[in-house]
């Protein structure tokens, strides 16, 4: 497709606190990694992969970022600002304040600041705009271990949640979750413009979870596996020498377009 319709947001509003003192005078956001600040990651990945329309929403030391992007002539991209700075709304409710910002016609890919991977954001982007059957919502999945899954059925469709910690579960019962198949969430996710008007129902704040776990039985939202997926999450201080090295090797995205897909 056309990559100047191309549209993604940029959580970078979060308070960071797992990086703290770091967080303690500076966005998570603008935390360095292999030199250059997470956003800059983000970004010159989004740009590169052809996405044309950014918003970042900010909240936490918000003109901090707002000052670098102007620094940086905004990348050459239409990026615009969705400002939470009166109170976070979590990552549902950020969509649904930031989506007046958007073409209301195309998807629009949501990716976190504190993400790396080399996953190839437009492959996902363009499967939800121009698959054959495409999804409502595409969700970039893996089977790492963790507490808390997303349960997809045998053609993966997102069906419920689980935490395997306190055995809670929800969108389904307990009997029907033990046949599903559980996924990591890995905050790389497509929404279809279907999607948009449903966000009008839902409260000023709440998470993307709770809105895909309450439509997930009438819409389709699919997981995506990429081979040999390598992300990383720089969410604590351990990992930020650990993010320089994975950096380093963030480049193999376009790779993903040999992949065959279908459903």
């Known amino acids: 497709m056309d990559k100047d319709r191309r549209q993604a947001m940029i959580f970078a509003a979060g308070l960071g606190t797992r990086l703290k003192p770091l967080t303690d005078t500076m966005p998570k956001a603008l935390v360095p990694v292999a030199g250059q600040p997470l956003l800059w990651h983000v970004l010159t990945k989004l740009k590169a992969e052809g996405f044309g329309r950014i918003v970042v929403n900010v909240h936490h030391f918000a003109t901090q970022i707002i000052d670098y992007l102007q620094a940086n002539d905004n990348f050459g991209l239409d990026i615009s600002i969705s400002d939470e700075t009166s109170a976070l709304l979590e990552t549902g409710g950020g969509i649904k304040k930031a989506l007046p910002l958007f073409d209301p016609s195309q998807p629009i890919l949501i990716h ?13 982007y363009d499967l939800v705009a121009e698959g054959t059957t495409p999804p409502d919502a595409l969700l970039l999945v893996s089977p790492r271990q963790t507490n808390r899954y997303l349960l997809f059925d045998d053609d993966l469709c997102m069906r419920g949640w689980t935490n395997r910690a306190t055995g809670e579960v929800k969108g389904t019962d307990k009997q029907q979750a033990a046949a599903l198949r559980p996924l990591a969430f890995a905050g790389i996710h497509v929404l279809s413009p279907r999607l948009f008007p449903l966000f009008h129902d839902m409260p000023q704040r709440f998470g993307i979870i709770d809105f895909y776990l309450k439509h997930c039985q009438h819409c389709r939202f699919r997981a995506w596996e990429k081979d040999d997926l390598r992300l990383m999450d720089v969410g604590k201080l351990d990992t930020l020498e650990q993010a320089t090295a994975f950096a380093k090797l963030n480049g193999l995205c376009m790779k993903d377009k040999e992949q065959k897909i279908s459903w």
């Open 112 to 124: 976190n600041v504190d993400i790396l991977s080399n996953v190839c954001t437009a492959t996902l």
